[in-house]
């Protein structure tokens, strides 16, 4: 195997537009976590990972009335963000959407959320921080956390020369999960 083709890389240009590269030993990747309250920064984070969506999923074909359903929707959302936050996660990452009813929930739960995070990014975390991927939340149990190191999101300016039309300067957002406990991946 080519050690090219194992190791993401993600570039960012300094204001003099010369490349900088540094060896991250975790992953890097280009995610921001759902809510600016939420923590973005933690040191040594317990992790869960789960496949999906975390949504109501309601009946079809059956007539009900707008009240029961929001109600059913808001019980359902808080037994499952109850049952995740039973493993004491410090950070969630979601395969597909997340509820916003579950967003305000998690956020409460002081647990940070990554939403829409692409499959094969999530192998690549679960991998490195000896997390498994949890199909849904009946599934879920202790043996499914990872961690690592430090988890941070770092904000950096993606081209100095560009504006953008607010007359902001476009800026690229990362994640990182740095200090993974198995030496399976770097960035």
Same mark, same amino acid.
């Given at each position: 195997m ?7 890389? *993600?570039? +960012?240009?300094?204001? #003099?537009?010369? =490349?900088?590269?540094? &060896?991250? !030993?975790?992953?890097?990747? /280009?995610?921001?976590?759902?809510h ?20 109501y ?5 059956l007539?009900?009335?707008?009240? *029961?359903? +929001?109600?059913?929707? #808001?019980?359902h =959302?808080?037994?499952? &963000?109850? !049952?995740?936050?039973s493993? /004491? ?63 941070h ?33 770097c960035?």
């Amino acid at each position: 195997m080519e050690f090219k083709s194992w190791v993401p890389n *993600t570039n +960012l240009s300094k204001d #003099t537009g010369d =490349l900088v590269s540094v &060896v991250v !030993k975790g992953v890097v990747c /280009k995610k921001n976590v759902a809510h600016r309250r939420m923590t973005s920064k933690v040191d040594k984070p317990r992790m869960l990972i789960l496949g999906g969506a975390l949504e109501y999923q309601r009946v079809i074909n059956l007539l009900s009335s707008v009240d *029961t359903l +929001l109600q059913q929707e #808001t019980d359902h =959302l808080k037994m499952a &963000v109850a !049952k995740i936050a039973s493993f /004491k996660p410090d950070i969630l990452l979601v395969e597909k959407s997340v509820s916003r009813y579950a967003q305000e929930y998690l956020l409460a739960k002081d647990i940070t959320l990554v939403l829409n995070v692409k499959r094969s990014l999530l192998e690549r975390i679960a991998r490195c921080t000896g997390t498994q991927i949890v199909p849904s939340i009946d599934h879920l149990s202790s043996q499914k956390l990872g961690y690592c190191e430090i988890f941070h999101v770092e904000k950096f300016p993606e081209d100095l020369t560009r504006v953008s039309q607010g007359g902001k300067k476009p800026v690229k957002t990362l994640m990182f999960f740095e200090g993974c406990p198995k030496p399976l991946g770097c960035t």
